[in-house]
């Protein structure tokens, strides 16, 4: 209850008036207060709703720091196992290395121990080939100093092979095969009777159709187509002291004969016989102003074979 006793009625107008503001006030300040209450209140739901999600967010870093972890910790095991095994493979690689650097050596090794055989046997064929060529001179020089049948052919054969020898364009045993047929030619020459129908060079100039008889290296002699003009091949010694082969032609009638005896049984113009031939070592006659030796000294029986066909 209010009393207004000893107030005046504006006072108490203004008395009554004043509660209801007052009453008004602390409706608006507790309204304010409620409204912030509210706030706060959504406030810290939100700040709630904030704490959940930084901890969900927390938890997915977590979970995912875990898992980076688990991560680097099989990363790095297996960076371990690689640099194991790589460290073995290394290791196996280094020692297959180290064996094949030892057969390399090995194979250089032998290599070189081959070529070395190889320039040892180039360097003895090489010299063997020098002395085939020497036997090739001195085949020349004997060629060149018996008579001079194919003297040019025969000793041309003889140089090319000494050329090709010195050249090195022909082997050791090429060369040995050709030189040893050369000496077999030249020996089968020196050991044949042969007979050839050729035209020779007389000494005047003349040149007749002829028959030579080749006695190996002993002796050449030649008769013409008419039987009338002979000639015994001899090497004689010249005014300036060399020596040289010339056709001596103007043999004794004995001698005629006997060359004309020895042609027959060879052209099987005769039957075999034994002819008696003054030979004298045509490769060793005496000079020219030195006597001819007489059939006797120098008379031996040879078998003049007979032509192919011939009994």
Not at 184 to 210: C, Q, S, Y
Not at 293 to 311: C, L, M, R
Request: hydrophobic share 40%; with cysteine.
């Amino acid at each position: 209850m209010i009393h207004t006793k000893g107030r005046t009625p504006l006072a108490a107008l203004l008395f009554a008036i004043a509660i209801p503001l007052a009453a008004l006030g602390q409706e608006g300040e507790g309204a304010r207060l409620d409204s912030e209450i509210q706030k706060a209140k959504a406030e810290m739901a939100q700040a709630r709703k904030d704490a959940a999600k930084a901890d969900a967010e927390l938890r997915k870093t977590d979970s995912l720091l875990r898992e980076e972890s688990s991560r680097a910790v099989a990363a790095e095991e297996r960076q371990a196992k690689d640099r194991d095994r790589r460290e073995k493979e290394n290791a196996s690689l280094q020692a297959r290395l180290q064996e094949t650097q030892a057969k390399i050596n090995a194979e250089r090794s032998g290599m070189g121990r081959f070529q070395n055989n190889q320039d040892e046997i180039k360097a003895r064929q090489k010299r063997l080939s020098l002395v085939l060529a020497g036997y090739c001179d001195s085949v020349a020089a004997r060629i060149e100093a018996g008579p001079p049948m194919d003297r040019e052919t025969r000793i041309d054969r003889v140089k090319s092979l000494k050329k090709d020898l010195e050249a090195g364009s022909a082997s050791m045993e090429e060369g040995f095969a050709r030189l040893n047929a050369v000496i077999k030619e030249e020996i089968k020459g020196g050991d044949e009777i042969a007979l050839f129908n050729k035209p020779v060079t007389r000494k005047n100039g003349d040149v007749v159709n002829a028959q030579v008889l080749k006695i190996g290296n002993q002796w050449v002699v030649y008769m013409d187509d008419e039987g009338q003009r002979f000639g015994v091949l001899e090497r004689r010694q010249t005014a300036n002291g060399a020596w040289a082969w010339d056709w001596r032609e103007d043999p004794g009638f004995e001698e005629k004969n006997r060359i004309k005896a020895a042609l027959e049984v060879k052209s099987a113009k005769r039957p075999p016989q034994l002819a008696l031939l003054d030979l004298g070592l045509a490769t060793s006659a005496p000079a020219a102003s030195a006597p001819a030796p007489s059939p006797a000294a120098a008379s031996q029986p040879v078998e003049a074979a007979p032509v192919k066909g011939g009994k």
